[in-house]
DNA sequence: ACAGGATCCTGGGGGC
DNA sequence: TGCCCCCAGGATCCTG
């Protein structure tokens, strides 16, 4: 659920209350994640401090300043927050690390789908992302690569945006509304595309996210950001969960097709299987 | 190599 | 109100 804006969003807004905190104790519910979290994270942890949040793709690096990293992925419905330990702790919260100052960090997650690991430090974390085979990130990609990463395969566009070792952090949503805004057909084959719709194709996956970011990502349902906001971008989605309303462009119903296993949503006039885009509208700010 | 399905979960919405 | 079915920002494993 959370792609790249939202988990950009919730690192930016951490960054400023957890950074240079000390963990004081770890509490743990019952269920388990997809990851199973340890007792000994709690001796591990206690007494250390948080440097800077970081973002890897959709992954969030807490890393420790004597070198442990808190490696988490928000799932479909995970939520990281700082609070103030006197607030409420809502149902599905997980994982909560007491922090000197009153404060908790809190990992909340409804379906579960998210994980929570410590790393030893970062060569561990740089083999575990290596492992996955993890994509570079989309903002100034190589556009030769890239070029050369479409050309090499025969699946259709949406499969490869949702490809994490294609590249990082690209989801449901910013699959259909890049895939909108160059004016290509997800079911295209990727290598079927010419190197100047590969270039368009990469510019509107940095132009969306960095939209989207710029908005604090969209919350459709249960996304809220570090410090429990929402995002707003939703408000701006061109075709994702537009089925049967007009297309911005151009008016024809937006249509729904299940894609790589996705519901993927596309303009079937401005989005051809053949024809070359249509002109980009004129953005639209939040 | 790749498509498609099932799996891990909970909850919301629509239809009856 | 209840029940049943479908749907959901992801990743991973298995089958054909």
Not at 23 to 36: D, E, F, K, S
Not at 116 to 132: D, P
Not at 231 to 248: A, D, S
């Amino acid at each position: 659920m959370p792609e790249l804006p939202e988990v950009e969003t919730v690192v930016r807004d951490l960054r400023p209350h957890l950074g240079g905190r000390t963990v004081t104790g770890l509490r743990a519910g019952r269920q388990r994640l997809r990851r199973p979290w340890s007792r000994a994270w709690e001796s591990d942890l206690v007494g250390q401090r948080f440097g800077e949040a970081a973002r890897r793709g959709k992954w969030i690096v807490l890393p420790l300043v004597s070198g442990p990293r808190l490696l988490i992925h928000l799932g479909m419905t995970g939520q990281l927050t700082v609070a103030d330990a006197a607030a409420p702790v809502l149902d599905h919260t997980h994982l909560v690390f007491a922090l000197d100052g009153g404060r908790e960090l809190r990992f909340r997650d409804i379906r579960r789908f998210g994980s929570v690991t410590l790393l030893s430090g970062q060569e561990e974390l740089e083999r575990f992302f290596a492992k996955s085979g993890l994509g570079p990130e989309p903002f100034g990609l190589d556009r030769r690569a890239w070029r050369a990463e479409l050309a090499s395969t025969r699946r259709c566009l949406k499969a490869v945006l949702l490809d994490q070792r294609v590249v990082a952090g690209v989801g449901n949503i910013y699959a259909d509304e890049s895939l909108f805004e160059a004016g290509l057909h997800p079911g295209r084959a990727a290598n079927a595309l010419t190197a100047a719709q590969a270039e368009h194709l990469r510019r509107a996956v940095e132009t969306v996210l960095t939209r989207a970011i710029d908005c604090r990502g969209s919350s459709i349902r249960n996304y809220v950001g570090g410090s429990g906001l929402r995002g707003g971008y939703q408000e701006q989605f061109r075709v994702y969960g537009r089925t049967g309303e007009p297309c911005p462009r151009c008016g024809t119903a937006i249509e729904r097709q299940r894609l790589a296993g996705r519901s993927t949503h596309y303009c079937p006039r401005c989005q051809r299987q053949r024809r070359s885009p249509a002109r980009l509208g004129p953005s639209v700010v939040c």
